[in-house]
T-cell receptor
Framework: DTEVTQTPKHLVMGMTNKKSLKCEQH?????MYWYKQKAKKPPELMFV???????INESVPSRFSPECPNSSLLNLHLHALQPEDSALYLC??????????????FGPGTRLTVL | DAKTTQPTSMDCAEGRAANLPCNHS???????VYWYRQIHSQGPQYIIH???NNETNEMASLIITEDRKSSTLILPHATLRDTAVYYC?????????????FGTGTRLKVLA
C-alpha cells in the first residue's frame, strides 16, 4: 500500500467553526508533513512530524494545530480561520532516513474554503 | 536552506524531449535534488531524484552538473498527459529531520 489518504476532500467552514483535517498512511513512514498550497503557487511547508514528535513548525499561526496520535495518523485542527486560509492542504509522508530512498508520498489534498 | 529557481513556463511538442532546467546554486554537499509534478491540483507525484550522478528511471532522466549548482529533468518523449507543473526540490536536513523545499515550478504544456 503506497497511498496517503486525506479526508475530507472538500471542506467549507465559517470563521467561528472548529474542524479537523485527517491524513493516514500505512507505509511505515516515520515522517509526516502538512503543506498549504494557494492557487498557482508551490506547496508551502507548515509542519513536520518525525517519529511522532513535532520537529518543524514554519511559524504557522496558532489557529492551525497539528496532532500526530500515532505513526500512521496526522491531524490538522482548525479554529477561527480567516478567508485567506482558503487553500489546498496537502499531507505527505516519507521514511525520514538519511541516504537515498526518502521520496515523499503525497495525498490528494483537502480543498478548504473559509467563509 | 538551498533555494531553486525554475522558468515559469515551457512548451514542448508531443513526441519530442522536454528539458526542464533548475538552478540550485546554494545547494550543500549532502542535499538531494528531487523532481515532482502536479497535475490539476492533485497531490504532487514523485518523478526522480539524485545527489551527484545522473539518474534514469522509467519516467525521466536527471542530469546534475558536476558542480551540482544546476540540474535538468528530461522527459524523453513527451505526451499530452505530461502537461503539468514540474517542481524542482532540494531536500535539506534540519532539526533532526528533512525539509523538502519546493521551487516555484515550471508549467509545462505539451502541444499536439
Amino acid at each position: 500500500d503506497t497511498e496517503v489518504t486525506q479526508t475530507p476532500k472538500h471542506l467549507v467552514m465559517g470563521m467561528t467553526n472548529k474542524k479537523s483535517l485527517k491524513c493516514e498512511q500505512h507505509m511505515g513512514h516515520r515522517a509526516m508533513y502538512w503543506y498549504k498550497q494557494k492557487a498557482k503557487k508551490p506547496p508551502e511547508l507548515m509542519f513536520v512530524y518525525s517519529y511522532e514528535k513535532l520537529s518543524i513548525n514554519e511559524s504557522v499561526p496558532s489557529r492551525f494545530s497539528p496532532e500526530c496520535p500515532n505513526s500512521s495518523l496526522l491531524n490538522l485542527h482548525l479554529h477561527a480561520l480567516q478567508p485567506e486560509d482558503s487553500a489546498l492542504y496537502l499531507c505527505a509522508s516519507s521514511q525520514d532516513r538519511s541516504g537515498s530512498y526518502n521520496e515523499q508520498f503525497f495525498g490528494p489534498g483537502t480543498r478548504l474554503t473559509v467563509l | 536552506d538551498a533555494k531553486t529557481t525554475q522558468p515559469t513556463s515551457m512548451d514542448c511538442a508531443e513526441g519530442r524531449a522536454a528539458n526542464l532546467p533548475c538552478n540550485h546554486s546554494t545547494i550543500s554537499g549532502n542535499e538531494y535534488v528531487y523532481w515532482y509534478r502536479q497535475i490539476h491540483s492533485q497531490g504532487p507525484q514523485y518523478i526522480i531524484h539524485g545527489l551527484k550522478n545522473n539518474e534514469t528511471n522509467e519516467m525521466a532522466s536527471l542530469i546534475i552538473t558536476e558542480d551540482r549548482k544546476s540540474s535538468t529533468l528530461i522527459l524523453p518523449h513527451a505526451t499530452l498527459r505530461d502537461t503539468a507543473v514540474y517542481y524542482c526540490i532540494v531536500r535539506a536536513a534540519t532539526s533532526g529531520t528533512y525539509k523538502y523545499i519546493f521551487g516555484t515550478g515550471t508549467r509545462l504544456k505539451v502541444l499536439a
